[in-house]
Nanobody
Framework: QLQLVESGGGLVQPGGSLRLSCAVSGFTLDYYTLDYYAVAWFQQAPGKEREGVSCMSSSGGSTNYADSVKGRFTISRDNAKNTVYLQMNSLKPDDTGTYYC??????????????WGKGTLVTVSS
């Protein structure tokens, strides 16, 4: 099974920026690199359900974003490093929460991700 480890969370002022990283390991013989997987980021705000933030197809040719983060967040991947990134700019207090990385063989479907990380906490406050 794959293992996912997020990093890069922390405390930041409104209007600031953070870059989250997700290192993926444990690939199988048949699906042996990150190239085979769609990748996604989720946010769980305090007291709320987990929601999809962004997803990128396995080919890298298609991305989507939640309306609340369009124009501010950017998802990317480096398949050679088996790493997923989320660049977060112009951060708002509502962006506060635990951010999870997830991957799936096949297309981008927030409700059917195969593997998850344990999350990294982002706090946006002055």
């Amino acid at each position: 099974q794959l293992q996912l480890v997020e990093s890069g969370g922390g405390l930041v002022q409104p209007g600031g920026s953070l870059r989250l990283s997700c290192a993926v390991s444990g690939f199988t013989l048949d699906y042996y690199t990150l190239d085979y997987y769609a990748v996604a980021w989720f946010q769980q705000a305090p007291g709320k359900e987990r929601e999809g933030v962004s997803c990128m197809s396995s080919s890298g040719g298609s991305t989507n974003y939640a309306d609340s983060v369009k124009g501010r967040f950017t998802i990317s991947r480096d398949n050679a490093k088996n790493t997923v990134y989320l660049q977060m700019n112009s951060l708002k207090p509502d962006d506060t929460g635990t951010y999870y990385c997830a991957v799936r063989r096949g297309g981008c479907y927030y409700y059917a991700m195969d593997y998850w990380g344990k999350g990294t906490l982002v706090t946006v406050s002055s």
